[in-house]
T-cell receptor, first 114, second 108 residues
Framework: SAVISQKPSRDICQRGTSLTIQCQVD?????MFWYRQQPGQSLTLIAT?????????ESGFVIDKFPISRPNLTFSTLTVSNMSPEDSSIYLC???????????FGPGTRLTVT | QKEVEQNSGPLSVPEGAIASLNCTYS??????FFWYRQYSGKSPELIMF????GDKEDGRFTAQLNKASQYVSLLIRDSQPSDSATYLC????????FGTGTSLTVIP
């Protein structure tokens, strides 16, 4: 399986600021996703990061709040904009194998907004 | 109706016992089924996947799939305290759907 890293691993941010989370994969992958996991909850898909085109957002998530970049097949960023305490969560990058069968997760970014 | 449903637990079993985790899904067209283990404060780790009806064994873990009943389960034999975690069921149709997870505690 691919090795996935995320930066930062955690951060504490002030309300109204923005944070960009980076996701790096050690091999080229077709599909990259961004999830949010709030305390005690399961995973919520934010968007699919598409290489060379705009991300595909799930219901309830918008580009202005969560802009995503995917400049190549090994890297993506998620920005959490104009943060509020409700954005406090773990943000996870994931990738699938070539056949879109198995999905693997990065270590996550734990975000606290004060 | 949720796409994937799991009993949230918590499920407690004594060390050495068999832990049984269950999951149902709503989309009959689902093609692939996965079990993830998530330790507190960590990201989900893929531990089992199954594509065909029947059983699939990997060490102490057995995944069972019954597409007619839209049911998938995970059995953990000889449970160890290190198996204490939340187990997430995931189903792939056109996209991945995750259940809310079952918390398992193995009591020494």
């Amino acid at each position: 399986s691919a090795v996935i890293s995320q930066k930062p691993s955690r951060d504490i941010c002030q309300r109204g600021t923005s944070l960009t989370i980076q996701c790096q994969v050690d091999s080229q992958v077709t599909m990259m996703f961004w999830y949010r996991q709030q305390p005690g909850q399961s995973l919520t898909l934010i968007a699919t990061a598409n290489q060379g085109s705009e991300a595909t957002y799930e219901s309830g998530f918008v580009i202005d709040k969560f802009p995503i970049s995917r400049p190549n097949l090994t890297f993506s960023t998620l920005t959490v904009s104009n943060m509020s305490p409700e954005d406090s969560s773990i943000y996870l990058c994931s990738v699938t194998d070539t056949n879109f069968y198995e999905q693997y997760f990065g270590p996550g970014t734990r975000l606290t907004v004060t | 109706q949720k796409e994937v449903e799991q009993n949230s637990g918590p499920l407690s079993v004594p060390e050495g016992a068999i832990a049984s985790l269950n999951c149902t899904y709503s989309d009959r067209g689902s093609q692939s089924f996965f079990w993830y283990r998530q330790y507190s404060g960590k990201s989900p780790e893929l531990i089992m996947f199954i594509y065909s009806n029947g059983d699939k064994e990997d060490g102490r873990f057995t995944a069972q799939l019954n597409k007619a009943s839209q049911y998938v389960s995970l059995l953990i034999r000889d449970s160890q305290p290190s198996d204490s975690a939340t187990y997430l069921c995931a189903v792939r149709g056109n996209q991945f759907y995750f259940g809310t997870g079952t918390s398992l505690t193995v009591i020494p």
